[in-house]
């Protein structure tokens, strides 16, 4: 019913920036609660940051305000994640996620659409 398709991910140093994608395909009505998760080793998966497609609201874990950013272009498809000033404690795989749902709360087992996620290596 949904594809999620992340990319972008990479290596940089410590201070360096990466901006993730998500590219998505599929009815919209499945996907209008869109959100950013991660894993680093040996941690459990954690939320980043998510966004209501239709109305644009966004919201964000407060270990990342005022560093990532949320956004979406609806007529490409694509979410994306600006991340700027990295720290090593970012690096982890960060996933994709979709629900067709409006409210956001981090919580995994509410999405029921998954990418196969991209790493993000920061190095100090």
């Known amino acids: 019913q949904l594809r999620l398709v992340e990319s972008g991910g990479g290596s940089v140093q410590a201070g360096g920036s990466l901006r993730l994608s998500c590219l998505a395909s599929?009815?919209?009505?499945?996907?209008?609660?869109m959100a950013w998760f991660r894993r680093a080793p040996g941690n459990e998966r954690e939320g980043v940051a998510c966004?209501?497609?239709?109305?644009?609201?966004?919201y964000s874990a407060e270990s990342v305000k005022g560093r990532f950013t949320i956004s979406q272009d609806g007529a490409k498809n694509t979410l994306y994640l600006q991340m700027i000033d990295l720290k090593p404690d970012d690096t982890a795989i960060y996933y994709c996620?979709?629900?067709?749902?409006?409210?956001?709360?981090?919580?995994?087992?509410?999405?029921?659409?998954w990418g196969q996620g991209t790493q993000v290596t920061v190095s100090s």
């Open positions: 966004i209501n497609t239709l109305g644009g609201r966004t």
């Open positions: 996620a979709a629900d067709p749902s409006v409210r956001c709360a981090f919580v995994p087992n509410d999405f029921n659409y």
């Open positions: 599929g009815p919209i009505i499945s996907r209008t609660l």
